[in-house]
């Protein structure tokens, strides 16, 4: 029994510290999915799979024959806008005071002339000359030159005192949602074209030149070119010791020499069993993901392959 448990102890002493066992993962860019804005048939694709892009060049270009005919219509509703707004602004003219004048002299003769045809039916009526139910109609034909020559006036009054202030208001509100509609249309046409956000390689054109992609589909896929980073899976004991910003050297096969590399991110929660569930020793079984950039150019180096990341400013347990 004492040889077995000496034997179990060199064992125990020989099996590294997980703050020693290297880091795993793999190298990674960042995988765009560019979405389709609309349902428009695809007009032209201007990239192949494996073409480099840089940022904002155009990819694949979406019909815009129905955007750009409401793209009228609507700079069509703001010039009618920006002309009432104009005029809201400005008040009546001179034209329609005087207009409105020669409409209340009008309708002040009628009533004076409505007023003089009563008067004579009433005398004949007096007189037994006449009816009383002409001069009823004709009282009727008073109230209502009566009526209208008070609509003219106060039309009048309108005109001299100038546009209100609500008014120009509602027009000016008017103005700005027809320039907003204008807008909005103008970003649904620019998004007709599918660009690149950043410079990269071009992993996907799913679809085809004619095909309607749904709304928010992915038409495109893109890797960035930078940065390049390792995505590895970091141990319990290890985590504690590590923050963003740390140097790192990342290993690979097909290089003789390490990159230097950053810590950019850790994850704060475990990959796998929560800790609480775990013992003492199982609780050296979690991994952290992290992402750690590599500091010198490598837009060339294939994604996917493993590597391996030490931390030269971590000492090791003895």
Same mark, same amino acid.
Request: hydrophobic share 45%; proline share 7%.
């Given at each position: ?29 960042? !995988? ?10 695809? !007009? ?10 840089? *940022? ?29 707004? *104009? ?24 009533? +004076? ?27 009727? !034909? ?29 027009? !000016? ?6 320039? *907003? ?33 749904? &709304? ?49 991110? +850790? ?35 294939? +994604? ?10 971590? &000492?090791?347990?003895?």
């Amino acid at each position: 029994m004492a040889v077995c448990g000496f034997l179990l102890a060199m064992l125990s002493a020989c099996e590294p510290s997980p703050v020693d066992l290297p880091v795993l993962g793999t190298l990674e860019r960042d !995988r765009i999915e560019l979405t389709a804005d609309s349902n428009e048939p695809i !007009r032209a694709i201007l990239v192949r799979e494996g073409d480099r892009v840089r *940022a904002d060049d155009a990819l694949l270009v979406q019909d815009q024959a129905r955007a750009e005919a409401l793209l009228a219509r609507a700079q069509a509703d703001e010039a009618t806008a920006r002309a009432a707004l *104009a005029e809201a602004e400005k008040g009546p003219r001179a034209q329609a005071i005087t207009q409105a004048r020669a409409r209340l002299e009008a309708t002040r003769s009628a009533r +004076i002339t409505a007023r003089h045809e009563l008067d004579r039916q009433a005398s004949l009526v007096e007189r037994n000359f006449g009816v009383q139910n002409q001069l009823d109609i004709l009282k009727g !034909r008073l109230d209502e030159a009566k009526a209208r020559e008070e609509e003219a006036r106060a039309l009048l009054d309108e005109l001299l005192e100038g546009t209100r202030n609500e008014r120009v208001d509602q027009a !000016r509100s008017q103005f700005a949602a027809a320039v *907003a509609n204008v807008r909005s249309l103008q970003i649904n046409i620019d998004r007709a074209t599918v660009r690149a956000p950043v410079d990269g390689q071009i992993d996907a054109v799913p679809f085809d030149l004619g095909e309607r992609p749904a &709304p928010g589909v992915t038409v495109a896929v893109l890797l960035a070119t930078a940065p390049t980073y390792a995505r590895v899976h970091i141990p319990e004991p290890l985590r504690t010791l590590l923050k963003p910003g740390d140097a790192a050297l990342v290993h690979m096969d097909s290089h003789p020499d390490p990159l230097p590399a950053v810590v950019r991110w +850790i994850s704060a929660d475990a990959s796998f069993t929560p800790y609480f569930a775990l013992s003492q020793h199982d609780r050296t079984r979690l991994s952290f993901v992290a992402e750690i950039d590599l500091t010198d150019p490598a837009a060339d180096l294939p +994604i996917g392959v493993p590597v391996e990341v030490t931390f030269p400013d971590i &000492p090791l347990e003895e």
